[in-house]
């Protein structure tokens, strides 16, 4: 069964390879929704074992999550992987392990083999630690996978899905380009069948570009192209990028004034007993309130001061 909420506010992905000891480190001062730690991408086949023990040292010695930090989550080896079972232990093993994000998969089988041993696991070996289940996200990363999407996000567990571009351009020799428009269809197809699912997460590409200049503006532009197509987060690949993709996947002041007067409004037409009615010369509908509902709701979540504009305009009429 897919899981149907997400207690964690999902914006900005951070990955940190478990095979550096210095950056195991630095990431407990970071400021970021989720900090996933890699076992996968990240580490050379020669350093995967030394990197998961490195992980368990690291992980161990917390007695509780940073308050900058709203999840920890680990990249886990595929699940054709002979990594797997023990990557998949280590996140079982620690109470302050929520998610394990799962690469390269590409059927609903795939995570059915990461559900039955993360529940082996937590019901065998770590029952009386853990309180509540490991959850799954599940990595999209080839042709097979975006043809699989509709069961894929059937999968057990499975609490978001990521679009891992660079793999996928190598699957379909594809070139990358700015305006990223040969991963269109991809994207598109992914928000969709997560959406059909109620998939909490959606998860955007990785910005490459994050030094030498020009890299604030080609990740502002993507945060908002992402956003367009209907992602509420993104990957990130280095701490700099963390910051911009919280922001720009944040609803804007504009954004949010407006979703509270048609908030405010839309209650005082419902209890008159009005179906449609205008906002600034725009038509509001039962689909446009429900999206107004969604801001106000990811608002409050985001830190942003909804209440102070609910009496800001307590006062706005349907007209």
Known sequence: MVATACPFLRRALLYVPASS????YKSLSLSCDTVIYDLEDSVTHYAKID????????????????????EIAIRVNNARSPYLEKDLRLAASIPLVDTVVVPKVNT?????????????????????????????????????AVMNLSNICQGPRLNGVIFAAEDFALDLSLTRTPDMTEFLYARSAIVTAAR??????????????????????????????????????????HPSQVKTVQRLFSPTEKEVEWAVRVNIASKKATAAKIGAWTLDNKMIDAPVSARAAEIVKKAGECGID??????????????
């Open 21 to 24: 000891t210095r950056m195991l």
């Open 51 to 70: 990197a998961r023990d490195a992980l368990n040292q690291h992980l161990s010695q917390l007695t509780e999550r940073p308050a900058s930090i709203s």
């Open 108 to 144: 609903i089988g795939d995570l059915r083999t990461v559900s039955h041993f993360l529940k082996n696991y937590e019901n065998k070996y770590y029952k009386e630690i853990r309180t509540k289940p490991v959850r799954v996200i599940a990595l999209i990363e080839s042709a097979r």
């Open 196 to 237: 059909v699912e109620n998939v909490p997460s959606v998860i955007d590409l990785a910005c490459t570009l994050y030094k030498g200049g020009d890299e604030l503006a080609q990740l502002e532009e993507e945060c908002r192209g992402g956003k367009a197509l209907g992602f509420n987060g993104k990957q990130c690949i």
């Open 306 to 319: 909804v209440d102070g504009l609910r009496e800001k305009w307590k006062d706005e009429e349907p007209q």
